[in-house]
């Protein structure tokens, strides 16, 4: 019924005394209160904060005759005390003749019960004077279906730990923040021993109320924010978040401590151990799926070695733990023994082939492995924080060698150097940059420094600090990677870079992925707008080479020009400029 509707029905009612006027709110014999009666949804009138008419259908809700309520009582008697400034504002807004939607309060009975309610009132005038009516609907048996719902597609209904629709939700959640923080995530795949042999034996009812035991015993033995799950039968996760693999440890001898005890259940003493095997972010996985399976590997692995234990995962289970550890003493023996060396890729003009530039490439010249590429220790350097010393020396060595070329007598280039996240956020990294320039004697102009979108993006308004400090000094900034991280447009104005580079993986494909042409062309074309230089890197085919040109690409790096080379191959490279004026 609309609001006219009531406000006609009640003007006619006025007289015959439906909720007030001198006479008893029973009295009246006319078709709309006997609607109103008979309703069963509770129906009131409300003025002055008060019940001026309550249908017998509200008074049994709330456990009052309806003469209880009338001009005694208003809907602030009748909710939780935290409840009641927001009905104040519901109230006050009918009453001002503004018109509300639906809502839901938890109301308390004349027993002190307490049911939700669904509540939808209305602007009226009663007797001449404002007034507003509504409706009250008990929710409660909705509210509980609801639950139960939620309840069947979360929770695992044997145990009532979140289940794993439930488990990849709150994984996925840790790893966003993981991720966005830098810091560890560890996930335990734990199984029970010979579990099969309880049910085998004493049956499924035992068995399940082992599990119930089980889990109720483990979640004592967990962090509030850590995440205890059931995946199903006897095996259970539990996902850590900021556990590095040392507090990993830890946390599976107390679960396995915790299992090994007895457990009295149905009349018979029990006890089992558990197998525990174990993921670590971010060198072990960074999704659900790949986390689950690698820490269920290395539990195999734990059941393989006798049970009862645990196993981080690894290629090679315990090989790659140690071969981590002699990775770490290794790279600080380079460092002390100047193990590193810089190769350099060429950075060539697409109008005219001048190779104006060069990307400062870190090499490990090992003794007797040879020579090692970067991913095979740059992630092991930044987990160690080595990287920031293994940075510095090629921030200072690159800045000598361009100033070598320069005496030699070749013309200026520029020199780009890459940035780790690590370093780049460390204290004092701008007067290594300066301390870098200073001794070698380079134009600040002549080195550029190459930040990723991620790197700038993380505490962006931190990092234009930086970013800006660099700039004044006189050195170039390039934002590499881009396109695959999140920059904001809004920051990207900001910040005072001078260059973007594409990157390769939207370069890989250019000749036949419309969609990284279309990327490519967006990234030059925003380039050229905001007044940047743009780079492609990674171009190794002829056919790369002329989409970019026809693009109008300023600059572009890879195998078609040349590999990273030695210091004395590239000057001769530079002697000589091979690419200029081919077509």
Same mark, same amino acid.
């Given at each position: 019924m609309t609001v006219g509707a009531w406000e006609s029905a009640l003007g006619q009612e006025d007289s015959a005394g439906l909720a007030g006027g001198g006479r008893d709110a029973g009295h009246g014999d006319s078709p709309f209160r006997a609607a109103l009666e008979a309703a069963q949804v509770g129906i009131f009138i409300l003025q002055d904060s008060l019940f001026k008419y309550v249908n017998p259908h509200l008074g049994k809700l709330f456990g009052y005759e309806p003469m209880e309520m009338l001009n005694r009582m208003g809907p602030l008697d009748l909710v939780l005390p935290e409840q009641q400034g927001f009905l104040q504002e519901q109230m006050a807004a009918r009453a001002r003749g503004e018109p509300g939607e639906a809502y839901e309060l938890s109301a308390v009975r004349k027993d002190g019960s307490v049911f939700?309610?669904?509540? =939808?009132?209305?602007?009226?005038?009663?007797?001449?004077?404002?007034? #507003?009516?509504?409706?009250?609907?008990?929710? #409660?048996?909705?509210?509980?279906?609801?639950?139960?719902?939620? %309840? =069947?597609?979360?929770?695992?209904?044997?145990?009532?730990?979140?289940?794993?629709?439930?488990?990849?939700?709150?994984?996925?959640?840790?790893?966003?923040?993981?991720?966005?923080?830098?810091?560890?995530?560890?996930?335990?795949? +734990?199984?029970?021993? $010979?579990f099969k042999r309880v049910n085998d034996s004493l049956g499924h009812s035992v068995g399940d109320e082992l599990l119930c035991a089980v889990a109720q015993r483990l979640g004592t033995a967990v962090r509030r924010v850590d995440t205890l799950a059931r995946l199903g039968g006897d095996e259970f996760i539990v996902a850590l978040p900021g556990t590095h693999a040392t507090d990993a440890a830890d946390v599976a001898r107390r679960l396995i401590d915790?299992?090994? $005890?007895?457990?009295?259940?149905?009349? $018979?003493?029990?006890?089992?151990?558990?197998?525990?095997?174990?993921?670590?972010?971010?060198?072990?996985?960074?999704?659900?799926?790949?986390?689950?399976?690698?820490?269920?590997?290395?539990?195999?692995?734990?059941?393989?070695?006798?049970?009862?234990?645990?196993?981080?995962?690894?290629?090679? /289970?315990?090989?790659?733990? +140690?071969?981590? =550890?002699? /990775? %770490?003493?290794?790279?600080?023996?380079?460092?002390?023994?100047?193990?590193?060396? +810089?190769?350099?890729?060429?950075?060539?003009?697409?109008?005219s082939g001048l190779i104006i530039g060069v990307e400062a490439l870190l090499r490990w010249q090992h003794p007797d492995l040879g020579l090692i590429m970067p991913d095979r220790f740059i992630q092991v350097a930044e987990e160690t924080g080595l990287i920031n010393p293994i940075g510095d020396w090629v921030l200072c060595e690159a800045c000598r060698q361009a100033q070598a070329w320069i005496d030699a007598g070749l013309p200026p280039l520029i020199m780009a150097v890459n940035v780790a996240p690590v370093q780049f956020r460390q204290n004092g990294f701008i007067d290594v940059v300066a301390g870098a320039l200073a001794a070698s004697g380079l134009a600040a102009s002549l080195l550029e420094l190459e930040v990723t979108e991620r790197t700038v993006m993380n505490d962006a308004d931190i990092n234009i600090g930086t970013l800006a400090a660099l700039h004044r000094m006189g050195v170039e900034l390039s934002l590499d990677d881009f396109g695959t991280g999140y920059s904001s447009l809004a920051y990207l104005k900001r910040f005072?870079?001078?260059k973007l580079k594409i990157d390769r993986s939207f370069v890989r494909d250019l000749e036949t992925d419309a969609d990284d042409q279309a990327i490519a062309s967006t990234i030059v074309s925003m380039g050229r707008n905001l007044r940047l230089t743009v780079l492609a890197e990674g171009v190794e085919t002829r056919q790369q080479l002329d989409l970019l040109r026809r693009m109008d690409c300023d600059m572009a790096q890879g195998f078609l020009f040349s590999r990273a080379l030695p210091a004395d191959d590239v000057a001769e490279l530079l002697r000589a400029q091979p690419f200029m004026n081919q077509e």
């Open positions: 939700s309610v669904n509540i =939808l009132g209305a602007p009226a005038s009663y007797n001449g004077r404002p007034a #507003s009516v509504g409706t009250v609907v008990d929710v #409660s048996d909705q509210k509980i279906a609801e639950q139960k719902i939620r %309840e =069947l597609a979360d929770f695992d209904v044997l145990t009532g730990l979140p289940n794993r629709r439930l488990l990849r939700d709150r994984v996925t959640q840790l790893l966003a923040t993981a991720e966005r923080q830098e810091t560890p995530l560890a996930v335990m795949f +734990l199984d029970l021993d $010979h915790t299992c090994n $005890h007895p457990y009295q259940v149905a009349g $018979h003493e029990l006890i089992v151990t558990a197998s525990i095997g174990i993921s670590i972010v971010p060198q072990d996985g960074n999704d659900f799926e790949v986390l689950l399976r690698n820490a269920d590997a290395a539990m195999y692995k734990a059941k393989e070695l006798g049970r009862n234990t645990f196993q981080f995962y690894a290629a090679d /289970m315990n090989t790659a733990t +140690l071969e981590r =550890l002699m /990775m %770490e003493s290794s790279l600080r023996r380079a460092l002390r023994s100047k193990e590193f060396v +810089l190769h350099y890729q060429p950075l060539v003009s697409l109008q005072p870079v001078a």
